[in-house]
């Protein structure tokens, strides 16, 4: 049993920083990938960052320049550091991580999502 643990979502206002964390606790062998996804209303789910086994991080044109993904392998936990936010940039986002349990089964898990509202 595998569970993520978001926080960090709120309101603010344009230009503004927010930082998102995710945990994932439980019984992990392995972490291979650490990501985050969001989802604005009426549209669908978009990668925004991702973290592939802490050598390689890809990001979204959107928010490149403005958005920095980062891992703590140690507490099992990923973040998202969002700087110079924008309108366009509320959503829902979400904590994906690719993960072998135990078993040496590998298994996709998803966060439960944090609300990001940017707004004046």
């Known amino acids: 049993q595998v569970q993520l643990v978001e926080s960090g979502g709120g309101l603010v206002q344009p230009g503004g920083s927010l930082r998102l964390s995710c945990a994932a606790s439980?019984?992990?062998?392995?972490?291979?990938?650490m990501g985050w996804y969001r989802q604005a209303p009426g549209k669908e789910r978009e990668l925004v960052a991702v973290?592939?086994?802490?050598?390689?991080?890809n990001y979204a044109d959107s928010v490149k320049g403005r958005f920095t993904i980062s891992r703590d392998n140690a507490k099992n936990t990923v973040y998202l550091q969002m700087n110079s936010l924008k309108p366009e940039d509320t959503a829902v986002y979400y904590c994906?991580?690719?993960?072998?349990?135990?078993?040496?089964?590998?298994?996709?898990?998803w966060g439960q999502g944090t609300q990001v509202t940017v707004s004046s």
């Open positions: 994906n991580v690719l993960l072998a349990t135990m078993d040496l089964k590998e298994y996709d898990y």
């Open positions: 439980g019984s992990i062998f392995s972490i291979n990938a």
């Open positions: 973290d592939t086994s802490g050598y390689r991080r």
